[in-house]
Nanobody, 130 residues
Framework: QVRLVESGGGSVQAGGSLTLSCLYS???????????LGWFRQVLGKVREGVAQ???????TYADSVEGRFTASRDNTKTTLDLHMNDLKPEDTGIYYC?????????????????????WGQGIQVTVSS
């Protein structure tokens, strides 16, 4: 089965930086070889929202709320997906999830929506204090 494991969360003051990492694995049999990878976040009581997506070729797209502050990248050889977060704001607080989608092959469907993702990590907390 597909596995995704996030790391790197924690607490930081507003204006600070954090980097999240996701290590993913896809079984060699029975699964497509190409996928879209994404970062989502969720605050208690609110719907899970897309933060960034990276297609198989490394092209990234972002939610308007993080454009210019967050950078997502992937390494297909190391099977990792990273999210570099700069100039963090209290509203960036939440549980961040790494996710993988086979729905559109190597490309990502935009905007990022949870319904296109069938594989999720367990989530990791990010807290930004003012």
């Amino acid at each position: 089965q597909v596995r995704l494991v996030e790391s790197g969360g924690g607490s930081v003051q507003a204006g600070g930086s954090l980097t999240l990492s996701c290590l993913y694995s896809i079984p060699t049999k029975g699964y497509p070889r190409s996928a879209c990878l994404g970062w989502f976040r969720q605050v208690l009581g609110k719907v899970r929202e897309g933060v960034a997506q990276v297609d198989e070729f490394g092209a990234a797209t972002y939610a308007d709320s993080v454009e210019g502050r967050f950078t997502a990248s992937r390494d297909n050889t190391k099977t990792t997906l990273d999210l570099h977060m700069n100039d963090l704001k209290p509203e960036d607080t939440g549980i961040y999830y790494c996710a993988l989608s086979f729905d559109n092959g190597a490309k990502c469907v935009t905007p990022a929506e949870t319904r296109f993702y069938g594989n999720w990590g367990q989530g990791i907390q990010v807290t930004v204090s003012s």
